[in-house]
């Protein structure tokens, strides 16, 4: 074992389902204590989402709780009860952190707001991740991934370059928009660690989703402030349809983006009209954008006949930002991911072994890790006993009422 | 005042575009100093043009969008490329905490300016480099910008209708690997701080992108399963979709997860005779009629405002939310209440609109504390005060372009 960026660090997480998990493996992955809380007998929602090995629905294989559970311990406990209220509070008393994504009034409800919390904690750093975040009219809004996406400003552009626009807006892909939000607030939740080891100050952090997928359209998002303009999904012109773009090939898409007048230099080099980088239609950009019809046909012919990996290949030999549209199989297969070692191994003692991504980042002294995520309760007596100093009498009762 | 979070850290950040300098815009609300490193030889092209918004800019200081990206910056010019530039490069290091670069993998080092050769300069540097496809494997040279990103990351071909092209994704894109980027080089702080030892980063944009779909790429290594875009769908969630209401171009998502959320759906929109048949009476049959019942749906949606639908179905405890544009964004009451839009006073280009930092930090609240920096507005601070270089010296190192 190396050393880890987060190593020492404590956290507790009282999350379920995407975000906070997510949040909180980036954590665990870096090397922190993660002690993961979950519903006795049932476990986190994510335990009942594929994909499962051969399509077997089991609630300890599940691909999506595997993936956002990795490197955490895993313990059953419900709140709720009098007696599962007080081991919460030693739990809190325990961690660096506390994740948490559960609706502002079921913590109030609980006796949990940050105030309460602070109590038996003084230094707790607290980082709430709710769809609207802690304040506001919408607070108490119930939203899935599909809202979020909308609420925020992204689905309302998506697709680009939409065939119609009496389609309806989309939203991003898999679970994609919940994980950006996790690793926002992870981004706040290691800085407010970092304030802490120099102030001595704990904190809490009120993470909204609707405001994280903000932030990251927030260009779009003051378009209408700034600029009187409501950007949409409509289709792409001018400049920005000469800037290449999404492009049908003998077996798929390519994006090219050329961004800049030596970007087309070599682009025309390789469809074959070096001739081109002469010609005044074309002498900048905005040229470009100006004559882009008279050559759309050839470009578009050009690309048809060749497959998507020569067109990636010889444009990027020659120094063109092009990219071809990967399908799933091919982003795992992809030689340079495989090249980087992005995907690993991780054996689990009920899933059996699994091919996982790692992080997408590479520290020279602090490794990344990605130990199996725990099964339901798996942690308890090591948690319970001998942290927290339960006995083995008292796990039995403790079991058989229901409380972990 | 409050302090910020990272107040006190120092960042020096030559990188250009979005994905680079909106790692130290993250550092730099939550109170890091960053000093942004540009030339006449290789501006920002943030300054100069915008992809995602289709827009251009004239001179080096009218871009709306390069101040959304560099909010609280600090700006000096020094050209890398002269020898003298990368010892003035050394020096800023000299007295930083962190130092960002996105150039191609193998220019830094090229120039002089590697992780090897800073780590002389500063022992506990914390390096970060940004790169397309990432520092190593076979394609470490080939270049992308954020469309490549979710090309090569899978998000694109998951993205879009079931019967259409996949999303060339843009800015958000960007965003979200310099969130990645700014979560890894905080934890490197924070290991920093507990153990005095600094260390290299590198991230793969298009890995960021990869890891966000962790659950679709293990359905592929656990089930050979290519997984494909499917609109808004969910496969096991029906409604699951967005639809049309009163009004030009306004949706409303609605996501119902199981039986008893479809009650209250059916409840508040009023019981009508389509739903009492067996067609939708539990999750397998609506998922199995979801084109009928989408069809049925917009009976009702379309009888009234996306803000109305919202309201009705949310008091009955159904996650619905509007498609948001940015017009609606800018004047929802919600983000009016938690001040997710504030003012910021530009020199040249005015009063702009800003989104608000994404994170409620109760301590360390993060701010917009300036508009972006003028294109080397702050030679004078950096050099004169903060590296402490006379007059003379200043003058001879402009003339002789190195201050450029």
Redesign the interface.
């Known amino acids: 074992m190396g ?7 404590k956290v507790l997480e009282y999350a379920s389902f995407v975000s906070g998990p997510y949040c909180s493996k ?1 954590l665990a992955d ?1 090397g922190a204590e993660v002690i993961k809380i979950e519903r006795p007998g049932v476990g986190d929602k994510a335990r009942e ?7 077997l629905p089991h609630p300890e294989k599940s ?2 709780f ?3 559970n990795t490197s955490k311990k895993g313990i059953t406990l419900d709140p709720k009860s009098t007696t599962g209220k007080k081991m919460f509070l030693e739990l809190v008393k325990w961690a660096d952190i506390l994740i948490e994504d559960k609706p502002p009034k079921e913590m109030e409800g609980l006796g949990f707001t ?1 105030e309460e919390l602070k109590e038996v904690n003084q230094q707790l750093i607290m980082t709430s991740i709710t769809p ?8 108490d ?16 552009l ?4 939409s ?1 119609s ?1 009496e ?10 928009v919940d ?2 939000c996790g ?6 939740t ?6 802490r ?3 001595g ?8 989703k ?3 997928l ?14 009187k ?4 999904r409509g289709p ?1 012109m ?3 349809a000469a ?1 290449g ?2 492009k ?1 090939c003998k077996d798929g ?3 090219a ?1 050329l ?2 007048r030596p970007h087309w230099a070599r682009f025309f080099k390789l469809i074959g009209k070096p001739e081109w980088d002469e010609d005044e239609r074309f002498k900048d950009t ?1 040229a470009i954008a100006d004559h882009y019809n008279e050559i759309d046909p050839y470009i578009s012919e050009w690309m048809m006949s060749r497959t998507r990996y020569e067109i990636y290949h010889q444009g ?1 030999e020659l ?11 091919e ?2 297969n ?4 495989k ?2 070692d ?2 690993v191994e991780v054996d689990h003692p009920e899933a059996g072994k ?4 790692r ?8 490794p990344w890790q990605g130990n199996p995520a725990p099964l339901l309760g798996q942690h308890n007596e090591e948690i319970y006993c001998q942290k927290l100093g339960y006995t083995k009498e008292d796990m039995v009762r403790l079991r058989e009422s229901g409380i972990i | 005042m409050n ?6 850290i120092r960042v020096v950040d030559s990188s250009t575009a979005w994905a680079g300098p909106f790692v130290s815009e ?1 550092m730099a609300l ?1 109170g890091a100093e960053v000093i942004k490193v540009e030339s006449m030889k290789r501006l920002d ?1 943030s300054r100069v ?6 827009q ?1 800019f004239t001179g080096t200081d009218q871009s ?2 390069f101040n ?2 560099n909010f609280n910056k600090l700006d000096v010019k020094i050209n890398l490329s002269e020898p003298k530039g990368a010892e003035l490069l050394k020096r800023l290091v000299k007295v930083s905490d962190v130092v960002i670069q996105n150039f191609r993998p193998g220019v830094m080092d090229r120039l002089g300016l590697g ?1 090897e050769a800073l780590k002389e300069v500063k022992a506990d540097i914390i390096y970060l480099s940004s790169s397309a ?8 040279s ?7 990103f979710a ?11 079931a019967d ?9 894109i960007d ?2 690997s310099a ?6 080089v ?6 920093r ?3 005095g ?1 600094g ?6 944009s ?22 494909f ?1 499917d ?2 769908r ?4 029906a409604p ?5 209401c009163k009004g030009d ?1 306004k ?1 409303v ?1 609605i ?1 119902i ?1 199981n039986d008893e959320e479809w009650r209250a759906f059916i409840d508040a929109i009023g019981n009508p005779d389509w739903a009492k048949g067996e067609r939708f009476q539990d999750t397998y049959l609506r998922k199995e009629n979801e084109e009928e019942l989408d069809r049925l749906i917009t009976q009702w949606t379309i009888s009234h405002t996306h803000y109305e639908a ?1 309201e009705i179905l ?1 008091r009955a ?11 609606e ?2 004047n929802d ?3 009016k ?2 001040g ?2 504030i003012e910021v006073e530009h020199p040249v280009i005015g009063k ?4 608000a ?8 609240p993060a701010k917009i504390t300036r508009h972006a920096p003028l294109f080397g507005e702050h030679d004078d601070y950096v050099f004169g005060e903060l590296l402490e270089m006379s007059q003379e010296e200043i003058k001879a190192l402009i003339d002789e372009k190195v201050i450029d």
């Open positions: 050393k880890k960026a987060l190593e020492g660090t980036l870096l989402r594929g994909p499962f090995p051969e399509d691909g999506l595997l993936y956002l940050y609207y975040g802690e304040t506001g009219p919408y607070r809004y119930k939203a899935y991934h599909l809202n979020i996406c909308h609420v925020g400003g992204l689905g309302y998506m697709p680009p370059n065939p626009l389609r309806e807006p989309l939203k991003a892909g898999g679970h994609s994980c950006a690793v926002n607030a992870a981004l706040a290691v800085s407010a660690l970092y304030s080891g120099v102030t100050e704990g904190q809490s952090i009120d993470v909204s609707q405001e994280s903000m932030n990251l359209v927030r260009v779009y998002a003051v378009a209408y402030a700034n600029d303009v409501n950007p949409n792409i001018g400049t920005a800037m773009g999404l049908k898409y390519i994006i983006t961004a800049e905005l990027q120094g063109c930002p092009i990219a071809p549209v990967r399908s799933i199989d982003v795992v992809d030689p340079q991911l090249g980087r992005f995907f699994t091919v996982f991504p992080g997408p980042y590479v520290f020279s002294e602090t | 302090r910020g979070a990272l107040e006190g993250l939550m092209h043009i915008s992809l995602s918004t289709r251009r709306s969008v959304d990206l992780y496809r990432g520092a190593e494997g076979p394609e470490r080939y270049v992308g910008y954020a469309p490549s090309a090569h990351g899978g998000l694109s071909y998951l993205t879009g209708y259409g092209m996949p999303a060339m994704m843009m800015g958000e965003l979200i969130t990645t980027s700014a979560f890894a905080v934890a490197a702080l924070n290991h701080q507990r153990t030892e260390q290299y980063i590198t991230v793969s298009s890995e960021t992108i990869a890891v966000l779909i962790g659950d679709v790429l293990l359905d592929y290594t656990m089930n050979g399963r290519v997984q875009r609109g808004n969910d496969e096991i969630m699951h979709n967005c639809y049309r171009d949706w998502s996501a997860s919202t949310q405890g159904v996650a619905a939310a509007p498609s948001f544009n940015s017009e964004l800018y009451p919600h983000l209440e938690r997710g839009y702009k609109a800003a989104f930092p994404s994170w409620k930090f109760s301590k360390t």
